[in-house]
């Protein structure tokens, strides 16, 4: 966001993007934030507590990177980890959904954390997010993709997707709205769903992995705020669906 953006906002919200701004190591770099690239033994999914979601979707969003995201029906089990997502930020951020206030459509995310807001955009596809803050304080994580660990074969069913070998992996879960559809994520079957609950159906686990490096980058396919580092991916990892840079929507 350049100087006389900054001008055009009110005081608060300028205040704040200045503050987030200022996070960035370099404006024409990726961030790369050190993680121990020491791995633990796999180990059982353990849901994610409510209070993980309670928290700034940015802290929220870094940390839900190496975490697993679950779909189980009847005897079938999705699993694949989170390895891109953006943050947004609520009421100060002229980007997000919560922007304009509470409504109808967007009201999960002024609600509990930890529940699923789902929206469909371009008239064909669907986006998962997670809501962040404490109760009646917007803001939220957008899922842009995963690594298929279980399920792959289902996933691309589900895609429609025919799968010749491992480069084709990504082209189930590589994106916002591939992994809604491989994950068969609606609207009205998932949207306010508890994604801290195995009961749900769809949830959010730990298997206690721990990812090596972390950068950010500029959010992808939005004009309002667009340059703020606000989306997070594995370095390296083959199913992150951005450029891997902080040129133009990163």
């Not at 770099?29 to 979601?53: E, G, N, V, W």
């Not at 008239?123 to 998962?128: A, Q, S, T, V």
């Not at 998932?190 to 206690?208: E, F, K, M, Q």
Request: hydrophobic share 40%; aromatic share 8%.
């Amino acid at each position: 966001m350049s100087d006389s953006s900054f001008k055009r906002l009110p005081a608060p919200v300028a205040q704040h993007f200045l503050l987030v701004r200022q996070t960035r190591t370099s404006p024409s770099t990726i961030a790369c934030m050190p993680r121990s690239k020491a791995a633990d033994l796999a180990a059982p999914i353990q849901p994610l507590a409510r209070a993980f979601f309670a928290r700034d979707p940015r802290l929220v969003g870094r940390q839900l990177l190496g975490k697993i995201l679950v779909r189980e029906s009847g005897s079938t089990q999705l699993t694949a980890r989170i390895v891109e997502v953006e943050a947004y930020l609520g009421l100060v951020d002229p980007a997000a959904h919560a922007a304009a206030g509470r409504t109808l459509r967007n009201a999960v995310l002024f609600g509990p954390p930890g529940y699923a807001y789902v929206y469909f955009i371009y008239g064909n596809h669907y986006c998962l997010n997670v809501s962040c803050e404490p109760e009646g304080q917007a803001g939220s994580v957008l899922f842009r993709a995963l690594e298929p660990l279980s399920g792959a074969a289902a996933m691309a069913r589900a895609r429609k997707v025919q799968l010749n070998g491992p480069r084709d992996l990504p082209r189930l879960t590589s994106g916002p709205g591939r992994l809604s559809e491989a994950f068969s994520i609606t609207r009205s079957r998932d949207n306010g769903v508890d994604l801290t609950s195995p009961a749900s159906g769809l949830w959010i686990g730990d298997d206690g992995y721990r990812p090596g490096d972390i950068c950010e980058a500029p959010r992808v396919g939005i004009t309002k705020a667009a340059e703020l580092p606000l989306r997070y991916f594995l370095l390296h990892n083959p199913f992150v669906s951005g450029r891997r840079t902080t040129h133009g929507n990163g």
